[in-house]
């Protein structure tokens, strides 16, 4: 890269920055501020980390590698990615984290802007987005979302703290329109993240999200469909990770429902493996990030977060994935990633065909043909339809669609959110 390409390329993502959005594709065949002068207090020393959970033998950790080049980084970056592995880079300093162990300096940095600040009566943070309720289930929202700024927010937490209470508080905030924190994004070292995501094929990073949330609270199994290097700035964060194509053995809800893209199983630590016995058969990636720690989550992963350390801060840099090239006709043979992509899909355009609001009792028949193997039966005709178009053979179709099916339909999906 030339130092005039590279200057362009970095004023194009902080342009990009500018703006957030996410496409998630619905078609079967559509792989598409300064540290000085802080006026605020510092706040209370808090007490000592929580422990990293004891996770199953089979499980491994994630690999981490050392810093040494950008060049030597993307020599590593760019099969892993190929492969979709996750990795965690330590001690590249695309942030100075140093600064930020003062949360007085993230207070002035918000000034007296309102954030997004999530509350719950317990430790976890289930996300939703009701308006995604195009099946119109019976929904309670079991967090709360309110705006609010830095300071109120780390207030409220404190006096939680000190209560003893089971509560917890999290932060999440796109930074986007964040225009009084340009000292600080010019901070960022932002040649690794951009020359990654150019030599791995992604879009350039084009937004950035801050988490900021009390010890103990936890992030819910769930997946995303952009690639993430996630950024751990301040505390201990620890976060375990599923492959995208262990999708069936982590019971996503229902693609029309509020909880989209979140497992119903939860916590990988307290499983209902009655419910979700298939569960047992996954395997997970884990580690503890600690602060400059990088990590690159794939597209799809599945993972689980948990805040060790009272006020844990991570920052997200989005970049979208590359579509798959379908120029020259269907592959012969999927990949597995390919594949899982079309169980979602194939529940996704179900759903458009039969009905949003009746995809479960459409789901529960269509398992009913299959067992019965009534072939007249127009939601089983559809769907093999659209199977043989990505040529899933006929003997394998009927595990297939039971596989979608079992354990996340005719289910109480209350009980799991």
């Keep these: 890269h030339s130092r005039k390409s590279f200057l362009c390329a970095l004023f194009m993502a902080l342009a990009a920055a500018k703006a957030h959005g996410e496409a998630t594709s619905i078609a079967l065949l559509g792989f598409q501020g300064t540290s000085q002068g802080y006026s605020q207090p510092e706040l209370h020393k808090p007490l000592g980390p929580l422990p990293s959970s004891l996770w199953p033998e089979a499980y491994r950790p994630i690999r981490r590698i050392r810093f040494t080049t950008v060049e030597e980084v993307l020599d590593v970056m760019k099969p892993q990615s190929e492969v ?63 705006q609010e700024t830095f300071s109120e927010f780390t207030r409220q937490a404190q006096e939680i703290d000190a209560k003893g209470s089971s509560a917890r508080m999290y932060m999440q905030e796109t930074l986007s329109g964040h225009s009084q924190m340009a000292e600080e994004f010019a901070s960022w070292k932002w040649e690794l993240p951009i020359r990654i995501s150019a030599a791995c094929g992604w879009g350039l990073p084009d937004s950035n999200e801050l988490f900021i949330g009390m010890k103990g609270a936890e992030t819910p199994l769930h997946f995303d469909e952009r690639e993430n290097l996630f950024f751990q700035v301040r505390g201990l964060k620890e976060i375990v990770v599923y492959p995208f194509v262990d999708y069936v053995r982590l019971y996503p809800f229902p693609t029309t429902h509020p909880c989209d893209r979140q497992s119903m199983v939860g916590s990988p630590v307290e499983v209902d493996l009655t419910a979700f016995p298939k569960f047992k058969d996954a395997v997970g990636h884990y580690a ?43 592959p012969d043979q999927f990949t597995d990633h390919m594949l899982t992509r079309v169980r979602r899909n194939l529940e996704s355009l179900i759903a458009q065909k039969f009905g949003q609001e009746k995809l479960n009792e459409t789901m529960l028949k269509l398992r009913q043909a299959v067992n019965s193997q009534d072939e007249t039966n127009d939601i089983l005709s559809y769907a093999r339809g659209l199977l043989g178009a990505v040529k899933v053979p006929m003997e394998k179709q009927d595990e297939f669609l039971l596989e979608i099916v079992d354990g996340r339909f005719g289910v109480d999906w209350s009980r799991h959110v």
């Design 84 to 146: 979709g592995m996750p990795l965690i880079i330590e001690g590249s300093d695309l942030i100075e984290v140093e600064k930020w162990q003062s949360l007085s300096y993230a207070s002035s940095l918000f000034e007296d802007k309102k954030v997004l600040v999530k509350k719950s009566s317990n430790s976890k943070f289930r996300y939703f987005d009701i308006k995604k309720n195009s099946g119109n289930f019976d929904f309670q929202k079991p967090v709360a979302e309110v």
């Design 288 to 330: 503890t990030l600690k602060a400059g720690d990088l990590l690159y989550l794939p597209y799809g992963w599945w993972h689980w977060l948990r805040n060790l350390d009272s006020f844990a801060i991570s920052v997200s840099f989005w970049s979208t994935t590359p579509s798959t090239d379908l120029s020259s006709g269907i």
